[in-house]
T-cell receptor, first 114, second 112 residues
């Protein structure tokens, strides 16, 4: 049920681009992206809904391919502040439940060097 | 200011003791969640609740208990039955419509 993120870690120089992928074996209703700095709580970046909608946040954007059951997060012209662990979460309502919940991937650690 | 508060930030306990972690929100969110985070494991769901007096087990509920007597509060008790309780615990809340989750600052629990 847990989505699979790749790569596990990325090291970049400031100004470089990166792509983080998130794929699921289950049909997706929506995909959420969060960023967590070391020792802090995850912070919501964006949500993508069915329909291939692409959303953006600063120089970070994402796409959602419903057919392939995957989402990608694009970080362009990375800044030092982008360092952290990025998590994708897939929203589902499990069989037998009336409550929806997120399944989170294991995270991708992004390090940006000056 | 609206938000989620968790207390305490750091908590130390001896093995065999129950401990309760606090989570309060003033965002008027219906849904609340408890996650456990271990290095390299991502966020694993312990319990979640969408309305007062109702909650469901997540993926790793064994050794934990919760209550939801008020909309604003969702305390988590780590019982002595939890075999490896040392972890970072995060509480989150969301509205029913957007599902965007807002996280509290977390409680780092160390059991020795």
């Amino acid at each position: 049920q847990q989505p699979v993120q790749s790569p596990q870690a990325v090291i970049l120089r400031e100004g470089e681009d990166a792509v983080i992928n998130c794929s699921s074996s289950k049909a997706l209703y929506s995909v959420h992206w969060y960023r967590q700095k070391h020792g802090e709580a995850p912070v919501f970046l964006m949500i993508l809904l069915k329909g291939g909608e692409q959303k953006g946040h600063e120089k970070i954007s994402a796409s959602f391919n419903e057919k392939k059951q995957q989402s990608s997060l694009y970080l362009t012209a990375s800044q030092l502040s982008y360092s952290g662990t990025y998590f994708c979460g897939t929203w589902r309502i499990d069989r037998g439940s009336t409550l929806g919940r997120l399944y989170f991937g294991r995270g991708t650690q992004l390090t940006v060097w000056p | 200011d609206g938000g989620i508060t968790q207390s305490p930030k750091y908590l130390f306990r001896k093995e065999g003791q129950n401990v309760t972690l606090s989570c309060e929100q003033n965002l008027n969110h219906d849904a609340m969640y408890w996650y456990r985070q271990d290095p390299g494991q991502g966020l694993r769901l312990i319990y979640y609740s969408q309305i007062v007096n109702d909650f469901q087990k997540g993926d790793i509920a064994e050794g934990y208990s919760v209550s939801r007597e008020k909309k604003e509060s969702f305390p988590l008790t780590v019982t002595s039955a939890q075999k490896n309780p040392t972890a970072f615990y995060l509480c989150a809340s969301s509205t029913q419509g957007s599902h965007e989750q807002y996280f509290g600052p977390g409680t780092r629990l160390t059991v020795t």
